[in-house]
C-alpha cells in the first residue's frame, strides 16, 4: 500500500496539509522549530523529546506545541 502524498493534521488548532509520513521530528524541523525547546501533545498525550524522532504523523492527527520562552527577573527582592 501505497503511503500518502499529504496528510490532514491539526497543528495549535489550525487544520493543516502535511505530506505524509513525517516524523514528528521532521515536521518540527519544517516548522523551523528548536525541539530543545517545546513540548509537544499529540492527540491529548505528551509525547517525551526522545520519541520524536519514531513518532510517525497520522491522518488527523491533533497537535498542540508549546514553545519555551525564558525570562523573568531573578533578582533578590528588596
Do not use: C
Not at 499529504?6 to 505530506?19: D, H, K
Not at 521532521?26 to 520519541?51: K, Q, Y
Amino acid at each position: 500500500m501505497a503511503a500518502a502524498a499529504t496528510l490532514r493534521v491539526t497543528i495549535n488548532g489550525e487544520a493543516r496539509e502535511i505530506g505524509g509520513d513525517l516524523s514528528l521530528l521532521a515536521l518540527l524541523a519544517e516548522l523551523n522549530l528548536d525541539n530543545r525547546r517545546i513540548a509537544v501533545e499529540r492527540n491529548l498525550e505528551i509525547v517525551p523529546r526522545s520519541a520524536y524522532g519514531q513518532t510517525v504523523l497520522a491522518e488527523g492527527d491533533r497537535l498542540e506545541i508549546v514553545n519555551f520562552v525564558g525570562g523573568g527577573d531573578h533578582r533578590e527582592p528588596q
